[in-house]
């Protein structure tokens, strides 16, 4: 049983810069899980944030960015707004049509 | 613009069947894999179901393996969720989830609004 592991909560002062993580229960993310980003706030639909690691989707602004640090996808947002207050999800391809989401992040803007 | 429209929530009693529709719009439907993704109330997002653009290869997770089916009629641009044997902990909004290429980078960037499915006796 795969599991993808996110930070249950995250605060951050606006501002403020904060990385959030996205990790395998074993082994190690890489870019072949194309990890992706969205947003969520409540009542609402997932946005999508980032994909392929590290790509913007369109219209998404450039404080937020994807990496891969260590052994985990990473979402950095840089500069942090009240309106990045959302939850936020990653999720991992795992091939043959199966995908695999984290459980999320809930981020506090404060 | 790219559109995703669910319908076909509701109320159902555990055991019970339900359909869920997905009508897109503003892309080639048929070149695209589509999932459905729910999210049980105050939890986060579970990926249920995935299927071909031709619908010739389709993909369940193992929570709704042998009682969901997804199809597709691309002459109609239209995503269904079949859900058969319903239980409890199906209780969810589901969403539609457009692929964000026919192929190559493996991502969603379209997403319905959601329909509400609720089990219960």
């Known amino acids: 049983q795969t599991v993808v592991t996110q930070e249950p909560s995250f605060s951050v002062s606006p501002g403020g810069t904060v990385t959030l993580t996205c990790g395998l229960s074993?082994?190690?993310?890489?870019?072949?899980?194309?990890p992706s980003w969205y947003q969520q706030t409540p009542g609402q639909a997932p946005r999508t944030l980032i994909y392929?690691?590290?790509t913007r989707s369109s219209g998404v602004p450039d404080r937020f960015s994807g990496s891969i640090l260590g052994n985990k996808a990473a979402l950095t947002i840089t500069g942090a707004q009240a309106d990045d207050e959302s939850d936020y999800y990653c999720?991992?391809?795992?091939?043959?049509?199966?995908?695999?989401f984290g459980g999320g992040t809930k981020l506090t803007v404060l | 613009e790219v559109q995703l429209l669910e319908s076909g929530g509701g109320l159902v009693q555990p055991g019970g069947s339900l359909r869920l529709s997905c009508a897109a719009s503003g892309f080639t439907f048929s070149s695209y894999g589509m999932s459905w993704v729910r999210q049980a109330p105050g939890k986060g997002l579970e990926w249920v179901s995935e299927?071909?653009?031709?619908?010739?290869?389709?993909y369940y997770a193992d929570s709704v393996k042998g009682r969901f089916t997804i199809s597709r009629d691309n002459s109609k641009n239209t995503l269904y969720l079949q859900m058969n044997s319903l239980r409890a902990e199906d209780t969810a909004a589901y969403y539609c989830?457009?692929?964000?290429?026919?192929?190559?980078?493996?991502?969603?960037?379209?997403w319905g609004q959601g329909t509400l499915v609720t089990v219960s006796s």
């Open positions: 999720v991992l391809y795992m091939g043959s049509g199966i995908w695999v």
């Open positions: 989830a457009k692929r964000g290429q026919p192929s190559g980078f493996v991502y969603f960037d379209c």
């Open positions: 392929n690691t590290n």
């Open positions: 299927i071909s653009g031709s619908g010739g290869s389709t």
């Open positions: 074993s082994g190690s993310v890489s870019t072949g899980y194309y």
